[in-house]
T-cell receptor
Framework: GAGVSQSPSNKVTEKGKDVELRCDPI?????LYWYRQSLGQGLEFLIY????????KSGLPSDRFSAERTGGSVSTLTIQRTQQEDSAVYLC?????????????FGPGTRLTVL | AQSVTQLGSHVSVSEGALVLLRCNYS??????LFWYVQYPNQGLQLLLK??????LVKGINGFEAEFKKSETSFHLTKPSAHMSDAAEYFC????????????FGTGTKLQVIP
């Protein structure tokens, strides 16, 4: 069956531009997560959605970052006025429930390069 | 809050040799622990998970991990490395409190030498 998909797979943008990254979770998965993977930094949690609401936004690095989820499905991560330090791979994951025993399924990521 | 520490950002083994990737956790309550693998230019894939049912956990591709409470460890092993095992491996722990917030280690890149 279809897994988590993300688009675009690669995005190159100029410093100061806004970008939108999209995540399509597995159908029926209520929980959705965004992570950032920077070179040498490991995986950094950004935000978690349960349905359309975001109970935990604690990982968003600045107010330039925002995310929304609509219809309990697709999520968009928006980065405004991009900076070079925003360059990273942005990973999305979804799980059926938000519980301790629920596996997260990851998408392939969007590689963002800010020039 | 729980955390995990992966010792060694890069590990090299010869093809056919034992693979040992180290992970130690810090937790005040019984943890849920995971190992994920990330192949080049791909997302993360679950290798195995510990949820207290059994201390020795078998995963995909011949990997296994043993939960040792006395050592607060959850090391990943495979008896014989294959070239296809070259990837980055992440240990992870579930944070307590309400929902499944996963905290990842910094990752270990495994190189397999022919």
């Amino acid at each position: 069956g279809a897994g988590v998909s993300q688009s675009p797979s690669n995005k190159v943008t100029e410093k100061g531009k806004d970008v939108e990254l999209r995540c399509d979770p597995i159908s029926g998965h209520t929980a959705l997560y965004w992570y950032r993977q920077s070179l040498g930094q490991g995986l950094e949690f950004l935000i978690y959605f349960q349905g359309n609401s975001a109970p935990d936004k604690s990982g968003l690095p600045s107010d330039r970052f925002s995310a929304e989820r609509t219809g309990g499905s697709v999520s968009t991560l928006t980065i405004q006025r991009t900076q070079q330090e925003d360059s990273a791979v942005y990973l999305c994951a979804s799980s059926f429930l938000a519980g301790e025993n629920n596996e997260q399924f990851f998408g392939p990521g969007t590689r963002l390069t800010v020039l | 809050a729980q955390s995990v520490t992966q010792l060694g950002s890069h590990v090299s083994v010869s093809e056919g040799a034992l693979v040992l990737l180290r992970c130690n956790y810090s937790s005040s309550v019984p943890p849920y622990l995971f190992w994920y693998v990330q192949y080049p230019n791909q997302g993360l894939q679950l290798l195995l998970k510990y949820t207290s049912a059994a201390t020795l956990v078998k995963g995909i591709n011949g990997f296994e991990a043993e939960f040792k409470k006395s050592e607060t460890s959850f090391h990943l092993t495979k008896p014989s490395a294959h070239m296809s095992d070259a990837a980055e491996y992440f240990c992870a722990v579930i944070n307590s409190g309400g929902y499944q917030k996963v905290t990842f280690g910094t990752g270990t890149k495994l190189q397999v030498i022919p």
